[in-house]
C-alpha cells in the first residue's frame, strides 16, 4: 500500500525566509501528486497538483513543487514566505483510483 | 465553487452514544469521503463511497459505519461511541476519476467531536 512521508512536523520561519517541505512516497509507477494546506480555522483547499509533464508545478499564493521520480519526492517550496502562510500543509498521493493516502502534516509557524 | 457542508463545526457526546455526522456536497459529485484528523497522524480514511448505496472500508473502518442514500449526503455513524473516538472528523468530496488524473477533492470545515 501507499504511505507517505513528510520529514518535518513542525518548521518556525522568519518572514521572507525560503521555504522548503519534503515529502516521499512509497510506491513507484503513474502517480498523482498533491499538496493541500489548512489555514487556521479554516477547511482543507489544494495549493497545487502534479498529473504529468513538466515536473515544476506552480500552484496558488506563490507555491510550487517538484516532481523527482527517481526520488519518490514532491517537495514543496516557495521563495518567500508571508505570515499569512501559517498553516498545516499536507503532501498526498492517489491510491487504487479515486483515493488519496495523506502525510502526518507539516505545521509552518511564520513569525513577523 | 464547491461547496461541502457538514452538520456541526462542534459536537460532544457520551460514550455508548449512537452519533450521526451529516455532510452535503452541492456539485453532483460522485465520489464521497470520511476522513479522521489527528495531530502528528495526518488525515486518515474512514470509509469512501463511489455511487449512492455504495461504499468501502478505508484505513480504519472499526467502531464506524456510513450511509449514502441520496448522492448529495454522506453520513458517517458511530456505533456506539468511544473516547478513542474523540477527533476532529473531515468530510471531502470529488468526481470520478477519468483516465489517470485523480480529481482534486473538496473539503468541509470539519466537526470536531469530543467524546466524554
Known amino acids: 500500500a501507499q504511505s507517505v512521508s513528510q520529514h518535518n512536523h513542525h518548521v518556525i520561519l522568519s518572514e521572507a525566509a525560503s521555504l522548503e517541505l519534503g515529502c516521499n512516497y512509497s510506491?513507484?509507477?503513474?502517480?498523482?501528486l498533491f499538496w493541500y494546506v489548512q489555514y487556521p480555522g479554516q477547511h482543507l483547499q489544494l495549493l497545487l497538483k502534479y498529473f504529468s509533464g513538466d515536473p515544476l508545478v506552480k500552484g496558488i499564493k506563490g507555491f510550487e513543487a517538484e516532481f523527482i521520480k527517481s526520488k519518490f519526492s514532491f517537495n514543496l517550496r516557495k521563495p518567500s514566505v508571508q505570515w499569512s502562510d501559517t498553516a498545516e500543509y499536507f503532501c498526498?498521493?492517489?491510491?487504487?483510483?479515486?483515493?488519496?493516502?495523506f502525510g502526518a502534516g507539516t505545521i509552518l509557524r511564520v513569525k513577523s | 465553487d464547491v461547496k461541502v457542508t457538514q452538520s456541526s463545526r462542534y459536537l460532544v457526546k457520551r460514550t455508548g452514544e449512537k452519533v450521526f455526522l451529516e455532510c452535503v456536497q452541492d456539485m453532483d459529485h460522485e465520489n464521497m469521503f470520511w476522513y479522521r484528523q489527528d495531530p502528528g497522524l495526518g488525515l486518515r480514511l474512514i470509509y469512501f463511497?463511489?455511487?449512492?448505496?455504495?461504499?468501502e472500508k478505508g484505513d480504519i473502518p472499526e467502531g464506524y459505519s456510513v450511509s449514502r442514500e441520496k448522492k448529495e449526503r454522506f453520513s458517517l455513524i458511530l456505533e456506539s461511541a468511544s473516547t478513542n473516538q474523540t477527533s476532529m472528523y473531515l468530510c471531502?468530496?470529488?468526481?470520478?476519476?477519468?483516465?489517470?488524473?485523480?480529481?482534486?477533492?473538496?473539503f468541509g470545515d470539519g466537526t470536531r467531536l469530543s467524546i466524554l
Open positions: 463511497s463511489y455511487d449512492v448505496k455504495m461504499k
Open positions: 510506491y513507484g509507477g503513474t502517480v498523482n
Open positions: 498526498a498521493v492517489n491510491e487504487d483510483g479515486n483515493k488519496l493516502v
Open positions: 471531502a468530496s470529488s468526481r470520478i476519476t477519468t483516465g489517470a488524473r485523480l480529481r482534486p477533492q473538496h
